[in-house]
């Protein structure tokens, strides 16, 4: 036998044609098989399968409970080919009633928590079709929507369930396909049928007069929804959009004026010991100062109890920082792609999914009532053949004793159809009385009348959707808001107010030195209390900057080339090392240096110069900077380098240059620019501006002698000047290195 005919037919196939084939056909496959949901039932092809299975098992919401594994078995054997685990993680999110609104299947047994722990085995738990799931196969059996073979040929399953419950909406969906997706959040049935009663009084409306009955989503664990009107309406007028969804929490007074913040309810689909560990995470990198403890109090209902850090901490402020950090507040998207009546994918408006339920329902209106008459026509024809029976018994009774054929006899006598003389043949006799008779034409014209109801029905535009009206409006009574099911869960509550959160309030609060070395390497060690030269340093290095402050602190960074850097203290690496190198922090040159390092505080104001005596007052607000670029303050003059950075507190400034002498301003001659250049602040033959010092005048100026003496020079008479003097020599015994100490 030769190699074509052992491989078959060979063909040359370009191989991106037969990629891009083979991809559209499975691309295809996951949207309309998998991943989207039918808009007129709101169902899956594997949600559509179960609760079909589940029905001819007579699993009915009245009946006893079956196995969960008797229904997988059921599905993946006769309609859905795939792995009984996920058609058993679908059975199991259809009975969990804190991720479906309106739970369509009623599940006995372990099925899961709002912890996120799975449900028990399938063969460990039971299940029946619950009231909803009733109402969507509601006349299933009435010819009331089309079937298609199976995937192996030898059964029959619905293309659609006739859905007099609307799903879609009320339940909500998700899924991702190829290319696109799908998310539907669960809505209020209740609020559904009113805006179907109005779509259907008034046809022409518009989505914003729907959006008037659908408040917003209705999820099955509650919450509240601050989303805008506004953002609502444009998302439902679209298709497209996100809803913003919050816990419901409430503040619990305690003795002696303590208190405790209480969530009874958290966002859709977040798994609560997901969301206690993120908590606890936070708790533990010292993410949130302002609490101290959570606790999960929970039972039947949902209590987490959330300790504040001191009675003193806002209740608003505290909850306000964990709707930002954790799954407390999240945010639902809309994008309501469906498949169409025709099969084909397509986002939809509120409206447009409203209406295609509604035609739908119409259709299966239509096609029960014809089905209801033919089978009213079928029962009508044996009734009168049953007729014509009673009135000749005694001939009918002796034709079936004596005929060989009585069959054929009984069609030429009194003109009766082959359905009607099987119906008589097959009669039992104690069906033979007098009452019977009367039974038959009472019920024949009960069905003369009803024949002729459906007519008119089949015939009006206007009974079928009366008819229609009267069906939506008994599904919201028996789903809607007077129902403990049906009530609103989702709290529709004010758009919160901007709530600036302080930095404090962020960062947990803790005493620290922050420590640079001459080599730049900088740190930040706990307390106060620390002796910089106790601290090891990399060989050949040593203690340069100390600054006490807070980890809630920003550290100003003054460099030599007249930027301002600005960090957070919380984020500078901890006292157990050696520290990491400030420039990695911050953009500054390599040939600047940094000239002075200090934490910033409210009202601070500053005094800048360069080395050639040129400088002026800043608000220390306003040097604050953004980014690690820094931000310009001194503009040195061309070969000068910013040299001074010190706190203005106080009313007189002391300059002192290399050239050793000394001069006293009163601080008010010295300009508060933003930036810039700056006046001359002294002037210098040689040399330039060694330091710099702000004091108050009346308690005269200090400068350090030795490692532990200090001189105090109150009579400063002979170097008083005005602003860009040359000064006087120094005082004797001011200290050789030009500086005040």
């Known amino acids: 036998m030769s190699d074509t005919a052992l491989s078959g037919e060979i063909r040359d196939v370009d191989f991106a044609d037969a990629l891009g084939e083979r991809y559209l056909s499975y691309a295809l496959s996951t949207i309309m098989a998998r991943s989207l949901p039918d808009v007129r039932d709101g169902l899956k092809p594997v949600h559509r399968r179960i609760l079909h299975a589940m029905h001819e098992l007579h699993l009915d919401p009245g009946s006893g409970y079956k196995k969960c594994a008797r229904v997988v078995g059921d599905v993946i054997g006769k309609f859905h080919p795939h792995g009984e685990i996920a058609v058993y993680e679908a059975l199991v999110r259809l009975a969990q009633d804190f991720a479906q609104r309106y739970p369509l299947v009623d599940g006995q047994g372990n099925f899961g928590n709002i912890d996120g722990d799975n449900a028990a085995a399938m063969r460990y738990t039971e299940s029946r079709l619950s009231a909803v799931a009733g109402a969507m196969l509601d006349g299933l059996d009435d010819d009331s929507v089309d079937f298609r073979s199976t995937y192996d040929g030898e059964d029959k399953e619905p293309v659609v369930l006739p859905a007099r419950f609307p799903n879609l909406l009320a339940n909500g969906s998700a899924g991702i396909a190829v290319g696109m997706a799908t998310s539907i959040p669960p809505h209020n049935a209740g609020e559904l049928c009113a805006a179907l009663l109005h779509l259907i009084e008034h046809p022409d409306c518009g989505t914003s007069d729907l959006v008037a009955h659908v408040a917003g989503p209705d999820f099955p664990t509650g919450g509240v929804l601050v989303e805008p009107a506004d953002s609502i309406a444009e998302a439902y007028a679209t298709g497209r959009g996100g809803f913003r969804l919050r816990a419901r929490w409430h503040k619990e007074a305690l003795n002696h004026g303590l208190y405790q913040i209480v969530v009874t309810e958290i966002p859709y689909q977040v798994p609560k010991g997901r969301l206690i560990e993120k908590v606890a995470a936070l708790l533990e990198d010292k993410k949130l100062p302002l609490l101290a403890d959570i606790r999960d109090e929970s039972t039947g209902e949902v209590r987490l109890v959330l300790e504040p850090k001191t009675r003193n901490v806002d209740a608003e402020l505290l909850i306000e920082q964990l ?341 006293v301003v009163d601080l008010a001659e010295i300009p508060e620019m933003a930036r810039g250049r700056g006046v001359i602040l002294q002037r210098y033959r040689s040399g330039g501006l060694a330091d710099a010092k702000v004091f108050p005048l009346a308690q005269g100026l200090s400068w350090r002698q030795g490692e532990t003496r200090t001189r105090t020079e109150i009579d400063l008479t002979p170097w008083r000047a005005p602003r860009g003097g040359a000064g006087a020599s120094v005082p004797q015994g001011f200290p050789r290195s030009g500086r005040f100490g």
């Open 323 to 663: 709707f930002r950090l954790t799954e407390l507040e999240i945010r639902v998207p809309l994008n309501l792609n469906v498949i169409d009546p025709a099969g084909v994918p397509r986002v939809m408006n509120l409206k447009q999914a409203l209406q295609a339920f509604l035609d739908h329902r119409r259709e299966v209106l239509l096609r029960r009532s014809r089905h209801r008459l033919a089978a009213i026509g079928r029962r009508m024809e044996i009734l009168r053949g049953f007729v014509i029976v009673y009135v000749n018994l005694d001939e009918v009774i002796r034709i079936v004793r004596e005929s060989d054929d009585p069959k054929a006899e009984m069609m030429a006598r009194w003109g009766l159809s082959d359905v009607q003389v099987e119906a008589v043949l097959n009669m039992r006799l104690r069906t033979l009385r007098r009452l019977e008779e009367i039974a038959i034409t009472k019920e024949l014209g009960g069905l003369s009348s009803e024949g002729a109801d459906l007519e008119g029905l089949l015939a009006s535009d206007k009974r079928q959707w009366r008819a229609l009206a009267k069906e939506v409006a008994a599904t919201g009574r028996e789903f809607g808001g007077d129902t403990a099911l049906g009530r609103r869960r989702t709290l529709i509550g004010a758009v919160p107010l901007a709530v600036e959160i302080p930095a404090e309030a962020q960062i947990e609060r803790e005493p620290v030195t922050v420590l640079c070395s001459r080599k730049g390497w900088i740190r930040a060690v706990k307390g106060h209390a620390v002796i910089a030269a106790e601290q090891k340093y990399k060989e050949g290095d040593g203690p340069r900057f100390t600054a006490p402050a807070e980890t809630t602190d920003r550290l100003m960074i003054f460099g030599s080339n007249g930027r301002f850097y600005t960090l957070g203290i919380d984020r500078l690496p901890g006292g157990r090392g050696q520290g990491e190198p400030l420039r990695l922090m911050i953009d500054l040159p390599n040939e600047h240096d940094i000239v002075a390092l200090f934490p910033y505080r409210p009202g601070l104001r500053l005094l800048v110069a360069a080395d050639d005596g040129r400088g002026f007052v800043v608000d220390g607000a306003e040097a604050l900077a953004q980014t690690r670029a820094g931000k310009q303050v001194l503009t040195p003059a061309s070969g000068a380098r910013a040299a001074i950075c010190v706190a203005a507190e106080g009313d007189a400034v002391a300059f002192v240059g290399d050239n050793r002498r000394l001069l």
